[in-house]
C-alpha cells in the first residue's frame, strides 16, 4: 500500500511536470521565438484557458503528500521555508501576470506583465529543478525529520545544474507545445528554436544523469538497478523530440518532450525509493515511506478517495481540450 | 506563547482573511452567472446573455486573485505549523486532497472554457460550464469548512501508538452535522454577499441613469435573492450553529455574548464592551433572559459564564465579543435593507426609489465584513485550541522556522496583497465602469 501511495504522488508529480510544464516553458521561452505584440499574444493565448487547470495538479499533489504522508509533507515545506516561500510568491506573480496583461490595450501594459510572466516562470522551473537536485541529494535532517534549508546548503552545484537542466527541459517542451498549437512564422521560428535547444537539453541530461547515478549509486541498494528502463527510456524520448521535430510531425515531438519528463520524474523517483526525503550525507537514513505514512488504512482510503475523481478529472480534462481545440488564435486572426 | 508563533498566527489571519475576500465573490456570484447563462442559452433573453458575459469578467478577476492567495494557504500547513501537520495530516490532508481532486480542478477546467470558449461552444455547453464551475466553488467550499468544523469539533478519529491522529471514519467527518451547519451558514453569508453585490451594481447603472434595463435586472434580481439567503443565514443556520457551539464549546459561546459570570436567566448583551481585568462587561445595553433561551430554548436555562474556566482556556474575549456582534448586528440590517426592498419591489416603486438605490449601491461592503467577522468568531473563540480539545495552537507551529522568518514572509505578504488589492480594485472598478453594454474592448475581442 504504500508502495502504490509513493506511485501516485509520483504520478501526479510527472502529470504537473508535463501539463504546468509546457506553460512554464511557454513562458520562459515566449521572448524568444514571438516577435511583435501579436505573436506574444498568441504565445500567451496558446496557454491561456489551460494553465489554471495544469497548476491544480501541483496542490493535488500537494494536498496527497499532506495525506498520504503527513511527516515527509511537514518536515519539507517547513524546511524549505524560505524557498518554497519564493516558490509561491513566484507562482502568485505569474498567475496575475497572464490574467491582468489583457486589461488594457497598452504596448507598455502587455510588456510589462509579459516579463513579469518570462521571469517569474524561467526561476520556477529553476527552483522546481533545484528542489528535485536537493531531494535526490538529500538533505541534513534532525532526529525528528526536520532540517533548516539553509540557501548555502541548497544552492550546491549539483543541486543549480539540475535547476538550468529542468529550465532548458521545460523550454524544449515549451517550443514543442508551440509548435503544436500555434501556426505561421510564431510555429516555424519555435521548430528551429526548439532543433537548435535541444543540444543544450542533451548536453545537461547527460552531466546530471551521470552526477545523480554517482551521488546515489552506494546508498539505495539497486537504485541503479531500477532506474535504468526509466533512463533508457528518456534517452529514447530525448530522441524522439530531435526525430519529429525534424520530419515535421510536431504531435509526436510534443509526446516525446511529455514522455521525456515524464521519465525524468519516475526515474528520480525511483532513485529516491523508498525515501520521500533522503538524509544528508547519503546513506543516513532518512524520512521514508513507512514512518512518514498515515497508516495502511488511512493510504488505502486516500487512494480508494481520490482516484475515481483523478480518472474524471483527467476524462473531462480531454473533452474541454477537444472543445477547445482551435481555440489558440493564430496571428491572422488578430 | 513565543514570538513565533504570535508571527505565525498573524501571518495566517493575514493571509486567510485577504484569500477568503474571493471566494466570498465567487460562491456568491456562481449562482447568478449559472442563471443568466441558462436564461441565455434558451435564446431571446438579450439581458440574460450581456449579463451572464458582464459577471463572468467580475468573477474571472475574484477567481484568479482568489486561486494565487489560496495556493498560500495550503502551502501554510507545512511551513508554519508543521508539528500540526505531522500529527494530524491523516485527517485533515484528506478532504483537503479531495477539494483540489473533486471541487478545484472542475472550477479551473470549465472556468477556460467560459473565458475563451464563449465563441467556439454552444450556448449550452457555456452554461453548463458555468453550472459546473459553480459547484466547483460549492463543493471547494464544502471541504474546506469540512476541514475546519473537524478541527472546532474532532470527531472520527483514534490516536495512533506514536501520538499522531489517524482518522477511523471519513464519513464521520464529511457527514458531521457540525460540519454541514457550518458549511450551509458559510454558504448562505457568501450568497448574501454576491446577491448585494449584483443588487448593488445594479442600484448605480439606475443611480447613474445607465444601462437601465440590465440595472433593473440586476436589482431585482438581487433583492429577492437577498431576502431569501439573508433570512437563512440567521435562522435555522445561525442559529444551529449557536446551538452547537453551546454543546461544544461553552468557552466560546461565553466569550462571542461577553458573558463573564454563569447566570440563570442570562441577558443578551446588544451593546457592552468586555473588560478582561474588571471581568465585566462595562456600560451594557442587554435584554434580560434572552441568551438563555437562545442557547437553551429555556427562559431561565443556567448559562456558563467565562470565569466558570480557568482563564487559559479562554479565547481573546474582546475580539470574539466584538466581531460576533459585528456578524449579528450586520445581519439584521441586511434582513430589514432587503425586506424593504422586496415590499417596494412588490409595490412596483423599488426602480424609482432613490434613497433605497442609494443604500443598496453603499451597502456592497457590508456582507464582506459580516462573512470575515464570523471567521473571526470561529477561528479566534477556538483559541487557545488548534484542534479543540486534542493540540494547543502554541504546540502547532513550525519549529525550525524562526520568528525572524515568518516576520520577513509576512511583509512579503503584505506587499504583494497590497499590490493585488489595487489591480483588484482597479479592474473590477472598470469592469463596472465599462458596464454590460461595452461588451468587450480591444484586446479581448473574441474572449469575454
Known amino acids: ?334 | 506563547m513565543g514570538t513565533a508563533v504570535v508571527a505565525d498566527r498573524i501571518q495566517f489571519a493575514f493571509t486567510v482573511m485577504f484569500h477568503y475576500l474571493f471566494p466570498i465573490a465567487t460562491i456568491g456570484l456562481a449562482p447568478f452567472i449559472a442563471w443568466f447563462a441558462w436564461r441565455a442559452s434558451r435564446g431571446e433573453d438579450e439581458v440574460a446573455r450581456r449579463a451572464s458575459v458582464f459577471w463572468t469578467k467580475i468573477f474571472a478577476v475574484n477567481f484568479a486573485i482568489g486561486v494565487v492567495t489560496g495556493i498560500p494557504m495550503e502551502f501554510a500547513f507545512g511551513t508554519n505549523w508543521a508539528p500540526f501537520s505531522a500529527k494530524a495530516g491523516a485527517v485533515i490532508g484528506q478532504p483537503l486532497a479531495m477539494e483540489g481532486v473533486y471541487a478545484f480542478f472542475l472550477e479551473s477546467v470549465f472556468l477556460g472554457i467560459m473565458l475563451y470558449g464563449r465563441r467556439r461552444v454552444s450556448a449550452k455547453l457555456y452554461a453548463w460550464s458555468a453550472t459546473l464551475v459553480g459547484i466547483g466553488s460549492w463543493l471547494s467550499g464544502f471541504f474546506i469548512v469540512a476541514t475546519d468544523a473537524w478541527m472546532q469539533h474532532p470527531v472520527g478519529y483514534r490516536v495512533a501508538s506514536d501520538g499522531s491522529i489517524r482518522l477511523a471514519d471519513i464519513g464521520a467527518l464529511l457527514f458531521s452535522p457540525f460540519a454541514w451547519w457550518q458549511y450551509a451558514h458559510v454558504l448562505l453569508g457568501a450568497l448574501v454577499a454576491g446577491s448585494f453585490i449584483v443588487a448593488g451594481v445594479g442600484a448605480y447603472y439606475l443611480l447613474a441613469g445607465r444601462d437601465l434595463e440590465d440595472g433593473r435586472r440586476y436589482v431585482r434580481l438581487g433583492v429577492l435573492v437577498a431576502l431569501v439567503a439573508s433570512a437563512l443565514v440567521i435562522f435555522p443556520t445561525g442559529d444551529r450553529n449557536s446551538a452547537d457551539v453551546t454543546k461544544y464549546q461553552p468557552v466560546k459561546l461565553a466569550a462571542m455574548e461577553g458573558l463573564f459570570h454563569s447566570t440563570n436567566g442570562a441577558p443578551l448583551a446588544i451593546i457592552g464592551m468586555p473588560d478582561t481585568q474588571r471581568r465585566e462587561l462595562i456600560d451594557p445595553v442587554v435584554v434580560p433572559n434572552v441568551l438563555s433561551f437562545l442557547a437553551y430554548g429555556n427562559f431561565t436555562a443556567n448559562v456558563k459564564g467565562l470565569t466558570a474556566y480557568a482563564d487559559t482556556l479562554w479565547p481573546p474575549v474582546a475580539l470574539t465579543y466584538y466581531a460576533y456582534h459585528v456578524m449579528v448586528g450586520l445581519g439584521t440590517i441586511f434582513i430589514a435593507i432587503a425586506a424593504l426592498s422586496v415590499l417596494l419591489l412588490w409595490r412596483g416603486r423599488l426602480m424609482g426609489f432613490r434613497p433605497l438605490l442609494w443604500v443598496l449601491m453603499l451597502a456592497m461592503p457590508f456582507p464582506y465584513i459580516a462573512n470575515e467577522a464570523g471567521w473571526v468568531v470561529t477561528e479566534v473563540g477556538r483559541q487557545p485550541w488548534v484542534i479543540y480539545g486534542v493540540m494547543r495552537t502554541a504546540a502547532a507551529a513550525s519549529t525550525n522556522v524562526a520568528a525572524g522568518e515568518t516576520i520577513f514572509t509576512l511583509i512579503g505578504f503584505a506587499g504583494m496583497y497590497f499590490l493585488l488589492g489595487l489591480l483588484f480594485l482597479l479592474f473590477v472598478l472598470r469592469e463596472i465602469g465599462f458596464g454590460p453594454n461595452v461588451a468587450t474592448h480591444a484586446t479581448q475581442e473574441g474572449e469575454v
Open chain 1, 1 to 334: 500500500m504504500n508502495v502504490a501511495a509513493f506511485a501516485l504522488l509520483a504520478t501526479a508529480i510527472a502529470i504537473y511536470a508535463v501539463l504546468d510544464g509546457y506553460d512554464l516553458g511557454v513562458g520562459a521561452i515566449a521572448p524568444f521565438v514571438a516577435r511583435g505584440s501579436a505573436q506574444r499574444a498568441a504565445a500567451m493565448e496558446s496557454i491561456g484557458p489551460f494553465w489554471n487547470g495544469n497548476e491544480v495538479w501541483l496542490i493535488v499533489a500537494g494536498g496527497l503528500l499532506f495525506a498520504l504522508f503527513p511527516r515527509a509533507y511537514a518536515s519539507a515545506f517547513s524546511g524549505f521555508y524560505l524557498p518554497f516561500t519564493t516558490v509561491l510568491w513566484l507562482l502568485m506573480f505569474r498567475g496575475i501576470s497572464l490574467e491582468l496583461r489583457n486589461h488594457f490595450a497598452s504596448e507598455l501594459w502587455h510588456g510589462f506583465w509579459d516579463t513579469a510572466f518570462t521571469g517569474a516562470s524561467a526561476l520556477l522551473a529553476v527552483l522546481f529543478g533545484v528542489t528535485l537536485g536537493n531531494l535526490v541529494r538529500g538533505l541534513p535532517l534532525d532526529a525528528n525529520g526536520y532540517f533548516l534549508g539553509r540557501f548555502a546548503f541548497l544552492l550546491n552545484p549539483y543541486a543549480l545544474a539540475v535547476g538550468i537542466f529542468a529550465l532548458l527541459a521545460l523550454a524544449q517542451h515549451g517550443l514543442a507545445f508551440l509548435t503544436l498549437r500555434t501556426d505561421g512564422e510564431l510555429a516555424e521560428r519555435s521548430r528551429r528554436l526548439l532543433s537548435r535547444l535541444w543540444w543544450g537539453v542533451l548536453l545537461l541530461y547527460c552531466a546530471t544523469t551521470l552526477a545523480s547515478l554517482a551521488l546515489r549509486s552506494g546508498v539505495a541498494v539497486g537504485a541503479p538497478m531500477r532506474s535504468a528502463p526509466l533512463v533508457v527510456l528518456s534517452l529514447l524520448a530525448l530522441g524522439g523530440v530531435h526525430w519529429f521535430s525534424r520530419v515535421g510531425k510536431p504531435g509526436l515531438a510534443f509526446a516525446a518532450s511529455s514522455l521525456f519528463l515524464v521519465s525524468l520524474v519516475l526515474a528520480a523517483a525511483s532513485t529516491m525509493y523508498p525515501y520521500l526525503l533522503p538524509g544528508f550525507p547519503a546513506g543516513s537514513g532518512g524520512i521514508d515511506i513507512t514512518n512518514a505514512g498515515s497508516g495502511p488504512v488511512g493510504l488505502a482510503r486516500t487512494l480508494a478517495l481520490t482516484l475515481p475523481g483523478l480518472l474524471a478529472v483527467v476524462l473531462y480534462s480531454i473533452f474541454v481540450i477537444r472543445r477547445m481545440r482551435g481555440c489558440p488564435r493564430s496571428t491572422s486572426e488578430l
